[in-house]
């Protein structure tokens, strides 16, 4: 089973910006970031197919963030733009049974640890 690690993040101000990256120990479908606040559920973010070339976003984040991915590579990333308090989370990478999934939890059967992403105002 394919391993999943997450990296990047930290502490940002509003306003800023962040990429998380998502290195993959192998081959995967497709690939999505989820976010969990503290006391809320997990949450989709953003999926990207197969091959990259179909995305979708969550509406709170869509035209702030931007879902790609590097196959060669095993990559995935989250580039977060114009970050708002409300953005913070503990961010997941997760792999999809499908090749083009969406944003139901049940379709990704293997997670990242999580990476923390923490916006100041």
């Known amino acids: 089973q394919v391993q999943l690690e997450e990296s990047g993040g930290g502490l940002v101000q509003a306003g800023g910006s962040t990429r998380l990256s998502c290195a993959a120990s192998g081959r995967t479908r497709a690939m999505g970031w989820f976010r969990q606040a503290p006391g809320k559920e997990r949450e989709y973010v953003a999926v990207i197919n197969w091959y990259g070339g179909r995305t979708n976003y969550a509406d709170s984040v869509k035209g702030r963030f931007t879902i790609s991915r590097d196959n060669a590579k095993n990559m995935v990333y989250l580039e977060m733009n114009s970050l708002k308090p409300e953005d913070t989370a503990v961010y997941y990478c997760?792999?999809?049974?499908?090749?083009?999934?969406?944003?139901?939890?049940?379709?990704?059967?293997?997670w990242g640890q999580g990476t923390q992403v923490t916006v100041s105002s």
């Open positions: 997760a792999a999809s049974r499908r090749f083009d999934s969406g944003s139901a939890l049940n379709d990704y059967d293997v």
